[in-house]
C-alpha cells in the first residue's frame, strides 16, 4: 500500500503501526476484563482466556494477514519469535524487576496446586515439541494446522472446567451491570482496530524486508516478533508490580502455547501454499527450544532471582545478534 513512498517512510508506517497495536490492544485488554468482572467470569479461567486471548489478537492478526499473503516467513517467523521474546526478554525483565522491588530471590510455585503446575509444564513441552516436530518432518501443511487448531481448542476446554491460578487477580471497583454494553461495545472495536492496524504492519514488515534484502522470517522473528508481544510485556509487568508473579509466568507460558497452536495452526491453515518448507526456520527453532528449555530449568529449580533474569536477556541478545548480523542493506 505505501510501495511508491520509499523505505523510510515504510519504516515510519511500521513503528507508527506497532506504536497504535500497544495502545488498542490496552483498550482491548481493559474493557475485555472489565466485561469479565461484571458479568462474574472475572474469577474463573474463562476470564482469563479472553484476556490472554486479546493479548495474542496482534500477534494472531499479523501472522494470518502475513499468510493470505503468502508471506509464511513473517507468519512462522512471528509465531517462534514471540515465543523467543516472550521468554527470553519479558520474563527476564521481570525477573529483574522483582529482585530489584524485593532485594530477594522468588519461589514461583508455592502458591499453585498440581494441577496449575502441571498446565504450566503442559505448555512449556507443546512450546517445544511441536516446532522440533516440524523441522523433523521438513515442512507444514494445512491439515498440521488443524491439529495444531484441535490442540488448542481441547487444551482450553481442559482449562475451563478448573480454577485459575490468577483467580482475584483483576477484581475491578465496577458499577453494576448496566455498563456490560459498553465495555463490549469498547472491547469488540478496539479489536477491530487491532485487525486493522495489523495490516499496516504486514504491508510496511514485508516492503522493508524486501527492500533491504532481509529475510521476511527474520522481520518476522525480531521486529515484528517484539512489536506484537507488547501487550504481554505490559501485562506482565502490570502483574509483576502487583505481586502476582505466579501470574507473570502462566501469562507468558500460556502466550507462548497460543502462538505454538493457534497462531502457528491458523496461519497454516489459512495459507495458500498447501506446503510450507520448514527448514528455512531452523534458527528460530533453536532458540525456541533453548528458551524453552531454560525456562523447564528454571520452574523444576522452583526458586529463581536476578541470574536467571541476566541469562534470558543474553539469550535474547544473541538471537538478535545472529539474526541480525549476517544480513547488510
Known amino acids: 500500500m505505501f510501495a511508491e513512498f520509499g523505505l523510510w517512510a515504510n519504516i515510519g508506517v511500521l513503528v507508527v503501526s506497532l506504536l497504535v497495536l500497544d495502545k488498542i490492544t490496552d483498550l482491548t485488554v481493559d474493557n475485555a476484563v472489565k466485561v469479565a468482572n461484571v458479568t462474574g467470569s472475572g474469577k474463573t479461567t474463562v476470564g482469563f482466556i479472553l484476556v490472554?486471548?486479546?493479548?495474542?489478537?496482534?500477534?494472531?492478526?499479523?501472522?494470518v494477514f502475513s499468510a493470505l499473503a503468502e508471506s509464511m516467513g513473517v507468519a512462522?517467523?512471528?509465531?517462534?519469535?514471540?515465543?523467543?521474546?516472550?521468554?527470553?526478554?519479558?520474563l527476564g525483565l521481570c525477573l529483574v524487576l522483582v529482585f530489584a522491588k524485593t532485594r530477594s530471590n522468588i519461589?514461583?510455585?508455592?502458591?499453585?496446586?498440581?494441577g496449575e503446575i502441571r498446565n504450566l509444564y503442559f505448555g512449556v513441552f507443546i512450546g517445544s515439541a511441536i516446532p522440533l516436530t516440524l523441522i523433523y518432518i521438513g515442512y507444514a501443511t494445512p491439515f498440521i494446522g488443524i491439529i495444531l487448531l484441535t490442540v488448542f481448542g481441547v487444551y482450553t476446554f481442559r482449562l475451563i472446567r478448573v480454577k485459575s491460578i490468577w483467580e482475584g487477580s483483576f477484581d475491578l471497583d465496577l458499577k453494576p451491570k448496566q455498563n456490560v454494553g459498553r465495555y463490549t461495545s469498547w472491547a469488540l472495536l478496539s479489536a477491530v482496530g487491532v485487525v486493522i492496524v495489523s495490516y499496516f504492519v504486514v504491508d510496511s514488515a514485508s516492503y522493508i524486508a524486501i527492500s533491504m534484502g532481509i529475510p521476511s522470517v527474520v522481520i518476522g522473528g525480531t521486529v515484528v516478533a517484539l512489536g506484537?508481544?507488547?501487550?504481554?510485556?505490559?501485562?506482565?509487568i502490570r502483574s509483576i508490580r502487583r505481586g502476582y508473579v505466579d501470574m507473570a509466568f502462566g501469562n507468558i507460558v500460556g502466550t507462548c502455547f497460543v502462538n505454538t497452536t493457534l497462531i502457528l495452526g491458523a496461519s497454516l491453515l489459512v495459507s495458500p501454499q498447501r506446503i510450507v518448507d520448514m527448514s528455512g526456520f531452523s534458527s528460530l527453532v533453536m532458540?525456541?527450544?533453548?528458551?524453552?528449555?531454560l525456562l523447564w530449568y528454571f520452574l523444576a529449580n522452583e526458586r529463581i532471582g536476578w541470574r536467571e533474569g541476566v541469562v534470558l536477556l543474553f539469550m535474547y541478545f544473541l538471537f538478535l545478534t545472529i539474526s541480525l548480523g549476517g544480513y547488510k542493506p
Do not use: E, H, R
Not at 52 to 63: D, G
Not at 287 to 293: D, G, K, Q, R, T
Open 52 to 63: 490472554a486471548f486479546c493479548t495474542s489478537l496482534p500477534a494472531l492478526s499479523v501472522s
Open 107 to 114: 519461589k514461583v510455585l508455592t502458591s499453585m496446586d498440581k
Open 287 to 293: 532458540f525456541s527450544v533453548i528458551a524453552n528449555m
Open 228 to 236: 506484537t508481544s507488547i501487550p504481554v510485556l505490559m501485562a506482565s
Open 76 to 90: 512462522v517467523g512471528n509465531a517462534l519469535g514471540s515465543n523467543i521474546v516472550n521468554i527470553c526478554l519479558i
